[in-house]
């Protein structure tokens, strides 16, 4: 069973920073690409940061210059560093990756559960 597990959330007034933390726990084969994305009331949920399948990083527009998304070496957990955060920027931040749990098993989306960030004064 494969688990995509956060942590990192809350409450952060603006200007602040808060950093996300997401760590795919369980047995699997390969993660082929990881990020975040966020989903704000009444908002669909979009692309907030990620790595794709080659390596390369992508960002939002609305993020570009304020958010860094990293890896650990193992590449299982992926960090969001949040930076000059606006009160735009709050939504329920969830964890995605595309997994494979076996070396001919199709590679699916697994996700988080999805943590909160509030960013007000």
């Known amino acids: 069973q494969v688990q995509l597990v956060e942590s990192g959330g809350g409450l952060v007034q603006p200007g602040g920073s808060l950093r996300l933390s997401c760590a795919a726990s369980?047995?699997?084969?390969?993660?082929?690409?990881m990020g975040w994305y966020r989903q704000a009331p009444g908002k669909q949920r979009e692309l907030v940061a990620g790595?794709?399948?080659?390596?390369?990083?992508n960002y939002a527009d609305s993020v570009k210059g304020r958010f860094t998304i990293s890896r650990d070496n193992a590449k299982t957990t992926v960090y969001l560093q949040m930076n000059s955060l606006k009160p735009e920027d709050t939504a329920v931040y969830y964890c995605?990756?595309?997994?494979?749990?076996?070396?001919?098993?199709?590679?699916?989306?697994?996700w988080g559960q999805g943590t909160q960030v509030t960013v007000s004064s």
């Open positions: 995605n990756a595309a997994i494979s749990v076996g070396a001919l098993v199709e590679v699916k989306d697994y």
């Open positions: 369980g047995t699997f084969f390969s993660i082929y690409a």
């Open positions: 790595f794709t399948r080659g390596g390369s990083t």
